[in-house]
């Protein structure tokens, strides 16, 4: 059960270390997924903290996934960098799994941008395709919510726009200037750490999903929680199970994520740079 009070304490004494490191003001949150780290190198006048320096944050121990966070500014705009999420699937409480956001929201974040590599379901979405989320399927039946009310939270969040429709339209302008290529669709989280089978692929697809993921779903649910609208963006690494011949690697997703991380970064930049909630 969750203690209100005890999540409010640790939740302070993270900010409290933060706070020793930096003054900063972070309007923005920025989470990258699998092999999505690099946009971090851009920050200017960065300050860099392991999360393990942080109290309370749970140990990120996936490939690609750094355990940084990173303050500074990009295009100008005072951001935190979450370097390296945290999974369900490593073993981490569901609680622990939305202490990031928790955290950016007790630091003023205004709202967050969270990225993942994740694989096509639909036939038209392939590797590199850049994919603004429109929605969201919680095939895991988990939630970071569940358990008593935390400081901030409100019991019951509406989820009918988890990934705010004003931030996608200027989202999609910003494309259009840019002429960046992308898709727009639905996303479905499943717990892993296990790929999904061809059968679950073709059951998803008849949901209506376009993309999977074992990430994302959490945090946007623990965000709508605390009120902080979503941005939300899927990097397509490779297609699901059963729509290519050869079996499915976490290498390749990597690999994917670092040959499309230009296009990526240029759209997370003007995101940063023109929009505003």
């Known amino acids: 059960m969750t ?7 640790q939740t302070a004494e993270a900010v409290a270390a933060i706070r020793a490191q930096t003054d900063l003001q ?36 996936v490939e690609g996934h750094a355990g940084r966070l990173v303050f500074g500014t990009l295009e100008g705009r005072p951001v935190m960098v979450i370097q390296g999420r945290v ?26 941008v969270l990225t993942n590599a994740a694989g096509g379901i639909n036939p038209a979405f392939g590797p590199g395709t850049l994919m603004l989320i429109t929605d969201h399927i919680n095939l895991s039946f988990l ?19 988890p990934y705010d429709e004003t931030w996608r339209l200027q989202a999609r302008n910003i494309a259009v200037t840019q002429k960046i290529p992308y898709r727009e669709g639905v996303y479905v989280w499943t717990s892993g750490p296990s790929y999904e089978t061809p059968a679950e692929i073709r059951f998803f697809a008849r ?11 959490p945090e946007a649910l623990q965000a709508a929680a605390l009120g902080l609208p979503v941005l939300g963006i899927s990097t397509i690494t490779n297609p699901a199970a059963g729509l290519q011949d050869t079996p499915l690697d976490h290498a390749d997703v990597l690999e994917v994520g670092r040959n499309v991380r230009d296009r990526l970064a240029t759209w997370v930049r003007g995101i940063v740079a023109e929009t505003r909630l």
Request: glycine share 12%; charged share 15%.
């Open 3 to 9: 203690d209100p009070a005890l999540d409010a304490q």
């Open 26 to 61: 972070p309007d923005l949150a920025l989470v990258l997924g699998s092999g999505l780290g690099a946009l971090a190198d851009d920050i200017e006048d960065a300050v860099v903290m392991s999360t393990a320096d942080v109290p309370h944050y749970p140990a990120s121990t």
């Open 87 to 112: 999974h369900a699937y490593e073993g981490h409480p569901l609680r622990s799994v939305g202490f990031p956001v928790r955290l950016a929201h007790a630091l003023g974040v205004q709202g967050i």
């Open 143 to 161: 939630n970071p919510l569940v358990g008593a009310v935390g400081e901030g939270e409100v019991r019951f969040p509406d989820m009918s726009d």
């Open 207 to 217: 949901a209506g999903a376009d993309a999977v993921g074992m990430s994302t779903v």
